[in-house]
Structures are given as C-alpha cells and as structure tokens.
C-alpha cells in the first residue's frame, strides 16, 4: 500500500508541475483580440443520418462472444483455480459476494473507476459539451467526484456498525424490522434497475450506431451474456480481475485515441482536429444564452453550473443507493477502501474533458462547414456524436476501438449490478424470508441456536437464554469437515460438527441457488431490454432524469447506517414523502417548459426541472425522516441504547466466516469469543475513518472552493489558455493509463505470494504438530 502511495503521489506531482508550467505563462484574463472574430449559430439537421455502422455483425459477434467473454471466462477459471490453491475459500459461500474481504488498494481504485466508467461518459459528455460548451466537462465532473468523494466516508459507518453486513437493508432489518427492510430492498433494487437501464439503453445506441444489421433481439442477447458471463464462475473477485483488465484496455484505448487524432492525425484531418481547430470551433459556434458572451470556451456558464448541482445529488444518491457499489467497499479492508475510492475518482476525473472537447470540438469543426449539425437532434440525444467522430478521424478502426472502450465499460458496471440484484435476492429475500435456516424471534438472536447472542458487557450471561455456541475460529471438527467435502464433494458428505455441520450444509445448498439467482436475473436482461426499447427512451434522458428519481433515498439511508435515533417509520416517511415530492416538483417544472407534458423527455430533462426534483425531493425527505424519527423515538434516549442500537447491526454476520477472519490483524489483541462492540470498531477503523475525513475535506476544498474559483476568474478563454488546459488534462491522461496498467498486477501478485507462503507455513506447523504428537505417544507406549 505505502508502495501504491508513493507512486501516486510521485505522477500527482508530476502532473501538478506539468499543468502549473503550461499555464504559468498564460495571462489570467482573456484578451479578446487573440479570439477569432466569427459567430456561427449551427441549423438543425433534417436530412438523413450521415452515420453509417462500420462494423459487420459477425465480426462484432466474434469480438464480443469469443473475445471479451471467452478471455473473460479464461480469467475467471484462473482465479477459481487461485481461490482453490492459494486461498483455500472456494467453498465459501460469502466470497462469491465479498471477494473474501481482502482486495487491495489498486485493484480497488481501478474496480470503482471501472464501474464509475459508464457509456455515458463517451457518449453523453460530448451531447453535453456540445450544447453547453467546455463547462459541462468541468461543472458535471466537479459534481460526479464530490458525490464519490462523501461514499468512504459514510461507507465506514457500514464497516464499523455492520462489519459483517453484505447489504443495506440487511442494517434495516436488524435496526427496524420487516417493514423498513422490504423497503430498503425496494430501493436497493429500484436503484440497480436504473442503473441497468442506463447500461442497456448505451448499449443498444452504441451496437446500432457502430454495427451493421443489428436488432434488438441481437442487441439484448449479447449484453446479457456480457453481464453474466463471469459472475456465475468466480463471483465478486473476478468481476474485480475483469474490472482491471477492462479499465486497463478503456484507458489504453482512450489514449491511442488522443494521441492519433491530437497528436499524429492523418493529414486530410488535421484542419479539424488541431489544438487551434478546437479552440475555433468553441470561439465561432454559438452558444447557449447563460453563457459567459454565449461562447462555448467558458467555464462561466449557467447551464453548466445547474447540471453539475444536479449530478452532484445525483451521484451521490445513486453511488449511495446502487448496491454494486456496497459491495465493492465491502470487498475491500476499510484503509484500502477507502484510498482505493478516492483514486479511482481523481483517475475517473479526466474521462469526460479528455474525450468529451476532442470529439464534440471536432464534430463542432465539421458542422461549421456549412453551419449545419452532421447530426439530428434525436442521434445527438442518443449520443451519436463520438462514433461519429471517431469514425471520420480514424475509419474502421475508430469504431473497433469506440466498441472496446464502450464494451469495457457495460461488462463491468453491468456485471456489478448482476452481483448486486443477485445479492440482494439472496441475502434479503431468499434467506430471510423463502427459505431461512432458522426463523429466529428478533434480528439479535443466534442463527445456530435461535437463542439471543449477549452483545454488550451489560447484559446478563443467562446459559438457559443466552447464546454460548463456540466460534468457528479454532474448531477442529470444522478442519474435518471442510476437508471431507474437499475429498467427497458437497452431495457425498456428512458434517460431523455439532455446533456449524448443519448450517454448512445450509450453505452449500445457497451456494446451488446462487448460480440459478444470478442466471435468472441475466436472462431476465433480455425481456426487460426489448421492454423498455419499446418506450422510445433516449440515452440522455435515461441518463440525467431516472438518476434523479433516487435522490429522496438518500438521506434514510444514511440516517439508518449512522444515526442511532433513526426510527422504521422516519426512514419510510423519508422515502415515501421525498420521491412524492420529487416526482410533484420534476412535473410541475416541466409543465412549464414550451408544450409542456406533452414533449414529456425532453421538458423532464430540462436542467431547471432536474434541479427542482432533486432539491425538493432531498429536502422533504431530510425533514421527514429527522422529524419523524424524533417523534417516534423511545423517550429517554441514553448512551446505552444507542450502544445496543448498534449491537445489533455487528450481529450481523456469517457463523462461517465471521468477520474476525477477515480483520484477524486488526482485531488480534482482542480474545476471541469476547463481545466486540461500536466503540471496539470505532478504534480498530480510527486509522482508516481519519484518512476518509482528512482526504475528503481536501478534496471537497480543493473540488468545491478552489477549482470553481479559478474556473470562474477566467471569461472567455484565449487560445493559449485553452490549449494548455486540455494538455494538461491529456498528460494527466497518458501517466493515468500507466499507473492503471501496471501497478495493480504487482500489488495483486504480492498479495497472492503473501497468502500462499501463510497457508504453507500453516500446514508445515500442523505437519510439525501432528509428528510431535505420533512421538509422543510412541513414547507413552
């Protein structure tokens, strides 16, 4: 980790010193005179598409189906392979969904930056910049990171209060009961079906705009292989080993990208992709009126600002609210988690300005021509631009590697939200209420027993009331088991542990119905796509509004994982009341806007629509759920109820693999069987909740006070201004793709030698043990 951190640290400063030299010579304010004098206002586009798919369908079909999954399924058996060698927890129920809880920093950091990567990154960032101008990039990127920025720091309270939780709402059942819980998981799987939505309907613009002859039918089909395909073999860890490989390629590819069409373009298209073409074509090309002189070269820019308010609530709840996301802080120890999510959102940071002002620049350039859009407006929703673009600059090719970049992107996020459904399914739904191993009387009793588990120092030690099954931690009669089923399989076994033989086997019938879940829920792909194709969504819509509809989630959520005080009926008033004021708002809005409901996509994605939804419904569901929970609460609350408040979420946990396995070096000076409380958790996350506040105050400032302050100082920017922003971002780019490329291979190699030298000096100890023992006992003889 210190190794990663330094290598981070060493690129920051040699990205800082590169961008502060471009710019150290640059005038703060723009001289007009150094600025072209033209102003175009582009016509809209009634003619026919001037995009045309590049790609033949069998060759996208042999790239997709044997290629990505082939080497994906390659992967996924290599580290199945691992888990059964070097890890020795393929039998492990809970490490298809946690990964084992020991994922490091950089395979961390490139996951989250794989799943924050989605196609509307390449697609709708170059709509929006063309439209709004450079300041969308800026101002939808500011509010994308600082969304990211608050997730490790809320996400501790999960690790410290739920150590051993793999869902949210499985912290509402525990705290509230069923009620809250059947909510949570409403919102839980409310939010992956946005998400999924978004996925499906840039995949379906993405395989029509590049493919020949392509259909739904086609379209749906292979994004659902492409989504399920490794989930079922390896579980979360390899969706994390893909995730490397699909964000090393995407980072690969957006840097052959730049370099050829920036840097060593052919010669016939190098008038419309020079620095000086861009900077014409943002200069020249009029326009929206919030803008500072109606320019696109400028950070002051109204539109701008509103869309990066709303993506900043919308990031936030949806990162909050998406499961996949859970999981992949669950995945991680708290210290790796949280550095892991503050890199991937300083790496994911320059995706949008990097590709979004060389495509919709370019695109910009040509249209100037004959001062007409390529495009219609309904492609440019779609976000035809950067195919468009792409092919123009570098033909076939540019396709092929648009495919891959956006490929890369649907597998992992896509994958990410099988992993989430499927875990909600099982976990909240098919374990608490279908088929439970035990139905137990309240959410602290003990899954083995049924008896109530003594969870804090006060509570009576009560033999006949009391829990006292003995941890799995040191039982030899589990050594046993586990290595009978090793030999004879899962079917052929009899446990003999008395304490955990039946809730093993328990397990082994889940880890049966987790490959049936998580295959039902990609075949289930397939319908939904052909259902909501059939609606006329577009990707930006599909985007900006449905993203929205989670916001009025966001504050319960938080209240239930951090606020002991937070009461069932606060938590659903909250919800319920902020999405019914979140929809009022949104409607009322749009009505306002020419033809009203009528033009029903286009007016509730309009930005003052989305900004009136998003408040209204955050602040009404803030109000709700503090107000009500105070009404409703116990009177006289005291420390001690709140100390149990949060006994019962830490006993949430696996009887099989609790968590003290996977923090046995944070929590090895505390016995084992003891009582572990909140205040335990508090001190052994301390490191790790005080890099989370530091790292999120500095970036918050420096996101939220510094960057929009120098931003806004600059009007219209000159030439030499411009020019040396974006190569700073590219640099930023170039040194990014090394980093992602090469350091988590070797931090994952590492950790790997590590784990198999422990497990060896393991077994050479009990090879040492069982000899002493047999002469021992010669002896005794």
Not at 42 to 49: G, M, P, R, V
Not at 434 to 439: A, K, L
Not at 552 to 569: E, M, Q
Request: with cysteine; aromatic share 12%.
């Amino acid at each position: 980790m210190k190794l990663t951190l330094n290598i981070v640290l060493l690129l920051g400063c040699c990205i800082w010193h590169s961008g502060f030299v471009a710019l150290q010579s640059t005038p703060f304010q723009s001289t007009p005179s150094q600025q072209p004098f033209c102003k175009v206002q582009l016509e809209a586009n009634t003619e026919s598409s001037n995009i045309l798919p590049a790609i033949p369908k069998s060759h996208a079909s042999l790239l997709l189906l044997l290629g990505f999954i082939g080497f994906s399924l390659l992967i996924a058996g290599a580290y199945k392979a691992s888990q059964k060698y070097i890890f020795h927890d393929d039998g492990n129920f809970d490490t298809t969904f946690d990964a084992g809880g020991r994922v490091g920093l950089s395979l961390t950091a490139v996951t989250v930056t794989s799943q924050l990567l989605w196609p509307s990154d390449f697609l709708q960032s170059s709509t929006l910049t063309s439209k709004i101008g450079i300041g969308a990039c800026l101002w939808s990127s500011i509010g994308i990171v600082v969304g990211m920025f608050m997730f490790p720091v809320f996400s501790l309270y999960l690790k410290s209060r739920a150590p051993g939780a793999k869902t949210y709402p499985q912290i509402a059942y525990a705290r509230f009961g069923k009620s809250a819980h059947i909510m949570f998981c409403l919102v839980a799987l409310f939010s992956s079906l946005i998400v999924t939505t978004n996925m499906l309907m840039a995949g379906k613009s993405t395989l029509e705009v590049l493919v020949k002859d392509t259909n739904n039918e086609f379209i749906f089909l292979v994004l659902a292989v492409l989504f399920g395909s490794y989930c079922m073999i390896g579980g979360l860890r390899t969706t994390f080993y893909i995730s490397y490989i699909n964000t090393a390629l995407t980072f690969i590819s957006l840097s052959v990208y730049v370099l050829y069409s920036v840097y060593y373009p052919p010669e016939e298209k190098k008038a419309h992709t020079s620095f000086q073409a861009f900077y014409n074509a943002a200069v020249c090309v009029e326009g929206p009126d919030g803008n500072s002189g109606n320019s696109l070269a400028t950070f002051q820019s109204k539109s701008g600002i509103v869309l990066g308010v709303v993506l900043l609530f919308m990031t936030t709840s949806i990162v909050f609210t998406d499961q996949a996301n859970w999981q992949s802080r669950i995945a991680a120890k708290p210290s790796q988690g949280v550095v892991g999510f503050f890199l991937a959102a300083y790496t994911w940071f320059l995706v949008e300005t990097v590709l979004a002002i060389t495509t919709s620049m370019t695109y910009l350039s040509l249209s100037m021509t004959n001062s007409t859009h390529m495009l219609s407006a309904i492609e440019i929703d779609n976000g035809y631009i950067t195919p468009y673009v792409m092919q123009f600059i570098m033909g076939d090719a540019g396709a092929y590697l648009l495919l891959t970049m956006l490929m890369m992107t649907l597998m992992a996020t896509g994958s990410g939200e099988v992993m989430g459904i499927s875990s909600i399914l099982i976990y909240d739904v098919y374990k608490t209420y279908v088929n439970p191993f035990r139905n137990l009387k309240t959410p602290t009793s003990c899954i083995l027993c049924g008896k109530e588990r003594r969870l804090t120092e006060n509570q009576t030690d009560d033999a006949e009331t009391t829990c006292t099954c003995t941890s799995v931690i040191g039982c030899k009669d589990c050594d046993e088991d586990i290595e009978l089923r090793d030999k004879h399989g899962t079917e052929k076994v009899t446990y003999t542990c008395l304490t955990h033989g039946e809730y093993r086997k328990y397990e082994d019938g889940l880890m049966r119905y987790k490959s049936w879940c998580m295959l039902c829920v990609t075949i289930l792909i397939v319908p939904y796509g052909l259902l909501i194709s059939e609606t006329n969504l577009n990707v930006n819509w599909a985007f900006l509004c449905l993203q929205g509809l989670t916001c009025p989630f966001l504050v319960p959520l938080l209240a239930t994982i951090s606020w002991s005080k937070t009461t069932a009926k606060g938590a659903i008033a909250g919800c319920v009341s902020g999405l019914t004021a979140s929809l009022t708002g949104l409607m009322i809005m749009a009505s306002t806007y020419e033809n009203g409901l009528a033009n029903f996509y286009v007016n509730t994605a309009q930005d003052f629509s989305l900004l009136t939804a998003t408040i209204s419904g955050i602040v009404v569901s803030t109000i709700a759920t503090i107000g009500v929970s105070l009404c409703t609460i116990t009177s006289n609350w005291t420390d001690e109820k709140s100390e149990m408040e949060w006994a019962k979420t830490i006993n949430i946990d696996n009887p099989l693999s609790p968590f003290r396995l996977v923090y046995e070096e944070e929590l090895a000076e505390i016995e084992v069987g003891s009582i572990i409380t909140s205040t335990i958790m508090d001190m052994v996350f301390r490191k790790a909740r005080l890099v989370a506040i530091v790292g999120g105050a500095l970036s918050l400032i420096f996101f939220l006070v510094i960057l929009p302050a120098v931003a806004l100082n600059f009007d219209i920017l000159t030439f030499e201004q411009f020019s040396s922003w974006l190569k700073t971002f590219q640099i930023y780019c170039f040194v990014c793709t090394f980093a992602v490329v090469v350091v988590p291979p070797f931090e994952e190699g590492y950790q790997m030698w590590t784990r198999y030298q422990q497990i060896k000096a393991i077994r050479r100890k009990k090879t040492l043990e069982t000899k002493s023992n047999i002469s021992y006992q010669e002896e005794e003889e």
